[in-house]
């Protein structure tokens, strides 16, 4: 194999990276118009519930425990319903529904056995409309225990 000459190098890689930096411009032009949605509610969702973890110590490790993670599991839950709106991939789109209905589960036992109250429950929002934003909202099932929620057939024990 023959080297070219090292003149023609520095043009070489110029070229390389000019198709390099085209590439990557179409990429970030389909991205900003395909998934700017839901790449904004997904960073706002991680900016959420990271700033929501950040709890003062109060000296109950229990306490402290779900009050980090429930914003944690919260946070999943929004990145979910992100996905739902948004997401094409059936496969995908159903372990988002099980992480949003498994998460609910989890925030509710954790409230429970801190005897907290619970929230009122809303509907999880998984469509846009353009006369109605979206909202994320609290996503609770207070009206049913931990133990009493029905589970999908591929969470039943075996």
């Known amino acids: 194999m023959k ?17 390099l930096a085209g590439l ?16 904004a509610e997904n960073t706002a969702a991680m900016d959420k519930m990271m700033a929501d973890m950040a709890v003062k110590p109060t000296g109950n490790v229990d306490a402290d425990f779900a009050a980090m993670m429930i914003p944690h599991h919260q946070g999943a839950i929004d990145m979910a319903l992100a996905e739902l709106r948004h997401g094409k991939n059936e496969q995908l789109r159903r ?11 989890e925030i509710i036992a954790m409230r429970l056995a801190l005897g907290q109250t619970l929230p009122p429950s809303a509907p999880a929002q998984t469509q846009a409309t353009p006369d109605q934003p979206i909202a994320t909202p609290i996503h609770d099932h207070s009206s049913m225990s931990h133990h009493a929620m029905p589970m999908s057939s591929s969470m039943k024990m075996k």
Do not use: H, W
């Open 3 to 19: 080297l070219r000459s090292p003149s023609k190098m520095p043009f070489l890689i110029f070229a390389i990276a000019l198709n």
């Open 24 to 39: 990557v411009g179409l990429y970030t032009q389909a991205a900003a118009s395909d998934e700017a949605p839901f790449l």
């Open 95 to 105: 372990i988002a529904q099980e992480i949003v209905v498994e998460q609910q589960q």
